[in-house]
């Protein structure tokens, strides 16, 4: 992919260009907004990178008139500010997700892969199908190698964000926002908990291991080669 | 209530005071016109009398006895009754001439003023017979002969009385326009101070944006309130230069601590599996993550406190929150073996920021999953109480002793006998600052054994 990152700051610009060009992506780097803006209405980017606080024009800024322009890039908004009030800010000016400082990289990474692969999913899906592991949209039923597997609703939803996520990995954070649905800080892994359970019910009795935690990242679902 | 009661009872003695001082002003003032109007009259009187008596006496001097009796005679005749009283007589008190046939008892001087009773000299006009009395003067002609002159004072009185009246019917008015200004004037100016009070309170409440209304007409109170706004306006500069400076720290020292971070995941990552130094990097990686955690935690307990998040505040359905903190810890909870109950018997709405509400319930509930020894009970409550919804999880573990539950609220503070459970000692800060910016209240109480934590938020409709 083709990757424009709007950053001030040099080091976390070079950090951010370093991982992702060994993630394989192609990476262009704006020093401010004015010239993020124009670099990104005059050539052509799968995704945005755009920090909250740059100098000349607003990161914020950017995205709406990139948005107001008809541009529908994905952006992943930055910013050292983690308030609710400024993550929903960010989201309402356009970005698709919003990432406080400081971040691991994997989580970058994760959430970048969301939301490039968020747009490209158009039509509506019924079911989802890893390996042998399948679960119907519709009337939430599960089955693995056609053995019926009974879960709780918030169980189902933690497994339904997984398959939709399949081969890539999804952070602890991005579960408690898109499964729970609350913006907090855990104070223990209590996530870990869930996914353990979860791997009890799918996963158990089984010689191919569909969920695999991914250390000091977070966790896949995904069908070994 | 209170504060009503209190507005009230100042207002009184306010009002008391200002009528107290308006009262006597007004008695004083009218004690005088009295004496202006009243007293003129009488002593016009008097002035009359003693002018007559002198006249007479002087014909006695003048002319002798027998003139003088004639005089009496001729002014008797010309009087009705006795609205004139004349009276001759000798120091055995025979009468000589006059229209006094009973002589008062008098001193030997002259010059002495007396009141005698006289008959109605108008009782047939007015077919009533009242009680008259006389002014009287008395003049010594010889050692034994006295003349007496005085006049009929009955119509004196009754102007005196009339005025008297008068004065009495605009003292009561004045009492009564006295006490409804005082009233007025006090209420007026206790308002203006309650306004000052008002704004005081939802000052202190977190809402610094507020200011006291002018009257606008630059009295002493509008002064007060300038000067208290122009304080304010001066404590909201400081404050937000504060909140921009630590806004400011945050970017600036997050941005290096993310460069630090990255560094070590770069560093982590590239050593993978086969360097020696990789359990003491996986070390420092721990560290600064719990560096930055603790960093993140003070910033956000620093703007919660700032109470901006106020404006973001909708109905929030507490059962449901509940619900929710139980659901996503209840896995954790089970795998200690430890019992939850949870009774959330109605659903309550409190007005609040409800990802703020999940992360203190969700600190309190982790907190008792963590200090609850295996297979011990811990309780989640919703209930309406007389003050409010209250919130109750209670636990059954160590508790905490009665001396520390006002300490844990502050910073950093941590059980001695907890060094190595692993947390920064923000938890119940962030619990606290939470409450506090909902308007609610936090108890610690003994559970016999554990921690009960009553949490109080007042109704949301």
Redesign the interface.
């Given at each position: 992919m083709r990757i424009l990152i709007i950053e001030d700051?040099a080091?976390?610009a070079a950090?951010l260009a370093?991982?992702l060009k060994e993630a394989g992506h192609n990476v262009v780097h704006a020093a401010d907004g004015e010239g993020g803006l124009f670099l990104a209405t005059s050539e052509t980017f799968d995704a945005l990178i755009v920090d909250r606080?740059i100098p000349r024009l607003d990161g914020l800024a950017v995205v709406q008139k990139l948005r107001a322009a008809g541009n529908r890039n994905p952006v992943l908004v930055l910013s050292?500010?983690?308030?609710?009030?400024d993550r929903?800010q960010g989201l309402k000016a356009g970005g698709d997700d919003y990432l406080v400082?400081?971040?691991?990289?994997s989580e970058l990474l994760a959430r970048l892969d969301a939301i490039c692969r968020r747009g490209s999913t158009a039509a509506p899906q019924t079911s989802l199908k890893v390996a042998d592991l399948e679960i119907n949209l519709l009337t939430h039923k599960v089955t693995r190698g056609g053995q019926s597997i009974d879960l709780q609703p918030?169980e189902f939803r933690l497994l339904e964000y997984l398959m939709k996520h399949a081969g890539r990995v999804v952070t602890r954070t991005m579960l408690l926002e898109s499964v729970?649905d609350?913006?907090?800080?855990?104070?223990?892994n209590?996530i870990d908990?869930?996914i353990s359970?979860l791997r009890q019910k799918i996963d158990k009795g089984f010689d191919l291991q569909l969920l695999t935690t991914v250390r000091?990242a977070g966790y896949m679902l995904h069908a070994p080669e | 209530m209170r504060l009503n009661k209190l507005f009230l009872s100042s207002t009184v003695r306010f009002a008391a005071i200002y009528m107290a001082l308006f009262a006597t002003s007004v008695l004083i003032l009218f004690g005088f016109i009295y004496w202006a109007t009243a007293g003129y009259l009488e002593r016009q009187t008097k002035a009359v009398i003693e002018t007559d008596a002198a006249g007479l006496a002087d014909r006695f001097r003048l002319n002798g006895g027998e003139a003088l009796n004639q005089l009496i005679a001729q002014r008797v005749s010309q009087t009705r009754g006795q609205e004139k009283v004349y009276l001759l007589a000798d120091r055995a008190g025979k009468v000589l001439a006059g229209n006094l046939p009973t002589p008062p008892a008098v001193d030997p001087v002259s010059g002495q003023w007396l009141t005698v009773e006289v008959d109605d000299y108008d009782a047939e006009e007015d077919g009533e017979e009242e009680k008259h009395f006389a002014l009287a003067y008395t003049i010594w002609l010889s050692d034994t002969l006295y003349l007496l002159v005085g006049r009929d004072v009955h119509e004196l009185e009754e102007k005196q009385e009339i005025i008297l009246q008068a004065l009495g019917w605009a003292f009561a008015l004045t009492i009564v326009l006295g006490l409804v200004g005082g009233f007025v004037i006090s209420a007026g100016m206790l308002r203006r101070i309650e306004t000052i009070n008002e704004t005081s309170r939802r000052i202190m409440t977190g809402d610094l944006s507020r200011r006291i209304p002018l009257g606008g007409s630059g009295d002493e109170f509008d002064q007060l309130a300038q000067n208290l706004n122009d304080m304010l306006d001066q404590i909201q500069t400081l404050m937000d230069g504060i909140r921009q400076v630590s806004?400011n720290i945050?970017?600036d020292l997050?941005?290096s601590?993310?460069?630090l971070?990255?560094?070590l995941?770069?560093w982590?990552s590239q050593s993978a599996g086969n360097d020696i130094h990789k359990p003491i990097v996986d070390k420092i990686?721990r560290e600064a993550d719990n560096l930055?955690?603790t960093f993140?935690?003070l910033?956000?307990i620093a703007?919660i406190e700032a109470g901006?998040?106020r404006?973001?505040f909708a109905a929030v359905e507490l059962k449901t929150v509940l619900l929710?903190v139980v659901?996503?810890?209840e896995?954790?909870i089970a795998?200690k073996g430890q019992n939850l109950e949870v009774d959330l018997p109605e659903d309550l709405t409190i007005l609040g920021?409800?990802?703020?509400l999940?992360?203190a319930f969700?600190?309190l509930l982790?907190n008792a999953a963590?200090y609850t020894p295996d297979n011990g009970k811990i309780r989640v409550a919703l209930d309406r109480g007389s003050d409010g919804v209250r919130v109750l999880i209670a636990d059954s573990g160590k508790g905490i002793p009665a001396p520390a539950r006002d300490k844990v609220f502050q910073r950093f503070f941590r059980l001695e006998e907890s060094p190595d459970t692993?947390?920064n000692g923000l938890?119940l800060s962030l619990v606290a600052a939470v409450v506090k910016l909902h308007d609610g209240e936090i108890r610690l109480a003994d559970n016999h054994p554990g921690l009960r934590v009553e949490m109080t938020f007042p109704a949301g409709n």
């Open positions: 700051d080091e976390v950090y370093k991982g606080m050292a500010l983690g308030e609710v009030d929903v400082k400081p971040f691991a990289f918030r729970w609350y913006h907090f800080d855990p104070q223990t209590v908990v869930h359970r000091g | 806004d945050a970017h997050r941005g601590l993310t460069r971070r990255s560094h995941d770069l982590q990686v930055l955690a993140n935690a910033l956000r703007r901006n998040r404006a973001g929710d659901e996503l810890y896995p954790l795998g920021d409800r990802d703020l999940f992360q969700a600190n982790d963590k692993p947390g938890g």
